[in-house]
């Protein structure tokens, strides 16, 4: 990455060429120290199918804090520079490792940023961690409508009019979180928002879990870069890190770097795992230095890709023009968004093919698409069995009949009855979903992946709720839920039924 700050200024003379906390970490696993502390396997000491599975250096590096490789909570050495390398490479002022992935830094931002009973504005197709971090905060959310595809049958991002009048419409808000790319993508006027929340004070927080290569690739625009004040990024997920290590970045001063590092350790764990916060160090300096190399070489092998898979003439791949031209907004070419109803089958099948016959695991399925996530890590030949596959698939299942149907998109906004806080510790009781319509959900029904809530704690149970449920788990079995049986929800107890 290229884009760093001015005014960071590193506490020793650091470059991107290092990773201090990774290099201490692998000295020390092949140093010849005897451990008598914890972690209780010792450095892999016992020969054990663990060890044989996942190797004996692993074991070594999974270690607990001690003096020469620093302390997550109370960072002074090769964690600080760690940290301090990572927020040059992004641009921002300062970067926190998180080990708890990027919900904790869903729920460290709302936190760091408002006080209980003050308003967050939030997309209403937030993941499910924004909405646990609404409960934790005893924020009142301030619910905003994505903009809905019904070809695709997905939602984008939220408009920069949709943000502008609930600017409007709640001048008491504190903070504004966005979620910035989509899971599908797509990317709305991030700078322009960020200019109309400044504005008027409102802070503006983004959940970037699927846009940690924004930076290092051509003609996208990072969060940081667009002006965000708060951004959590999923390292693990696009990255190169290990899964459950992110990062917040901060930037400005409208939000203290002391509370946000207050905030982050009440929240994480003080074992932080040294695997987890290492292969960020080690993710880090492999992005910042060949990243942007290796998503050159990719993008025209994705664009020829793109071009065989709608050979066919039933097979659709989302395209910036298309979501441009609709909705103003971008996309991002790594999320290969690929719509199959034209085949008569729905994505849950497809999905369920493509890892059932060809042994491809794909990131989703939704009504009428499948996703793949493209990164460095990916080459002409993964590519190309994908584009087999779905060329196959297209000759030998599909049928005369276009797939359509009327709960494949979750469009709708609950009636917000009580605060998701107020509602989370009220007296519950659990109710067959059926039985469910009007009731007040003490329960987060989920779409999983990609996270996006059906009905959170507070909202009124709607008819369209229940259809959308019934829908998903018959379609996929892929809603979760707090309650301990299938086709239950938890509600609050007594009346508010209507």
Request: some cysteine; hydrophobic content about 40%; charged content about 20%.
């Amino acid at each position: 990455m290229n884009f760093v700050k001015e005014t960071t200024v590193p506490t020793r003379s650091l470059l991107q060429t290092d990773a201090p906390l990774f290099d201490a970490l692998v000295r020390y696993a092949n140093s010849e120290t005897v451990p008598f502390d914890v972690p209780g396997h010792k450095m892999g000491a016992l020969e054990t199918p663990f060890r044989d599975a996942i190797g004996e250096q692993a074991l070594k590096m999974d270690v607990n804090s001690m003096a020469e490789l620093d302390l997550l909570s109370h960072p002074k050495s090769v964690i600080k520079d760690a940290q301090q390398l990572a927020a040059q490479s992004f641009g921002s002022d300062h970067a926190f490792f998180l080990v708890n992935g990027t919900t904790v830094g869903i729920h460290a931002m709302i936190l760091a940023s408002c006080k209980p009973g003050e308003t967050l504005i939030v997309p209403r197709n937030g993941h499910k961690s924004v909405m646990d971090g609404i409960i934790l905060s005893g924020v009142k959310p301030a619910f905003m409508q994505p903009e809905v595809d019904d070809h695709f049958g997905i939602s984008h991002g939220v408009s920069v009019d949709s943000v502008s009048k609930a600017l409007l419409d709640y001048p008491q808000a504190s903070a504004l979180l966005l979620t910035y790319p989509t899971y599908f993508g797509t990317m709305t006027d991030l700078k322009k928002i960020c200019e109309l929340a400044h504005a008027v004070g409102v802070t503006v927080l983004v959940d970037a879990a699927h846009g940690a290569h924004l930076g290092i690739t051509d003609g996208m625009v990072d969060p940081v870069q667009a002006g965000a004040d708060l951004v959590t990024t999923s390292m693990h997920k696009t990255g190169g890190s290990l899964t459950q290590s992110s990062l917040l970045l901060l930037q400005g001063n409208r939000i203290s770097a002391d509370k946000v590092r207050k905030v982050t350790g009440m929240l994480q764990t003080t074992s932080a795992n040294y695997l987890l916060m290492s292969s960020l160090d080690a993710a880090r300096r492999e992005m910042s230095l060949h990243g942007a190399d290796a998503l050159r070489r990719l993008k025209p092998i994705v664009e020829d890709a793109i071009e065989v898979i709608e050979s066919g003439g039933q097979l659709e791949v989302l395209k910036r023009t298309q979501v441009s031209e609709r909705f103003n907004q971008s996309h991002d070419w790594t999320k290969l968004v690929i719509r199959v109803n034209a085949l008569g089958l729905t994505g849950f099948e497809v999905y369920s093919l493509l890892k059932q016959r060809y042994g491809i695991q794909m990131e989703l399925a939704e009504g009428y698409v499948v996703m793949a996530v493209i990164t460095p890590a990916d080459s002409d030949v993964s590519i190309g069995r994908l584009t087999a596959a779905l060329l196959e698939i297209e000759r030998t299942y599909s049928t005369p009949h276009v797939l359509h149907s009327a709960w494949t998109v979750v469009d709708s906004v609950n009636e917000l009855v009580m605060t998701p806080r107020d509602a989370f510790y009220a007296e519950q009781e659990s109710v067959s979903i059926d039985d469910a319509i009007g009731r007040i959900s003490a329960d987060t029904l989920m779409i999983y992946p990609p996270g996006i809530p059906l009905v959170i704690p507070g909202e009124r149970i709607t008819c369209e709720v229940v259809q959308h449920y019934a829908y998903y788990e018959q379609a996929f079995g892929a809603v979760l839920s707090e309650s301990k049986q299938t086709g239950s929800v938890t509600v609050v107890k007594g009346g508010y039924k209507r």
